[in-house]
């Protein structure tokens, strides 16, 4: 079982930038893929970036690449989400979620609680 924190939300100006933070317990985060997702009210859940087990393999959706970075220590049992330029379209909740293969399906067993990002005009 891995439980999973996010933080690092809050508001920020556009053009601003923060990093967000997802903590994982469990021994066998090293050998699970993460990925980052967010959702706006009324809006369906979508995908953002991911990382796989290792941290050799990145995947971004395209509205965010060139300005979302997704990195991940786990020394730390932690996954990073580095977000630039940041656009009132940003705004949303922000979940991280681990799976096996996920990088390849985009299918993930576990999910954090969320995190705020507010993108100001």
């Known amino acids: 079982q891995v439980q999973l924190v996010e933080s690092g939300g809050g508001l920020v100006q556009a053009g601003g930038s923060l990093r967000l933070s997802c903590a994982a317990s469990?021994?066998?985060?090293?050998?699970?893929?993460m990925g980052w997702f967010r959702q706006a009210p009324g809006k369906e859940r979508e995908f953002v970036a991911a990382?796989?087990?290792?941290?050799?393999?990145?995947h971004y959706a395209d509205f965010v690449k060139g300005r979302f970075t997704i990195t991940r220590d786990n020394a730390k049992n932690t996954v990073y989400l580095q977000m630039n330029s940041l656009k009132p379209e940003d705004t949303a909740i922000y979940y991280c979620?681990?799976?096996?293969?996920?990088?390849?399906?985009?299918?993930?067993?576990?999910w954090g609680q969320g995190t705020q990002v507010t993108v100001s005009v």
């Open positions: 469990g021994r066998t985060f090293s050998r699970y893929d």
């Open positions: 979620a681990a799976g096996p293969l996920g990088v390849v399906t985009r299918e993930y067993p576990y």
């Open positions: 990382i796989n087990w290792s941290g050799s393999s990145t």
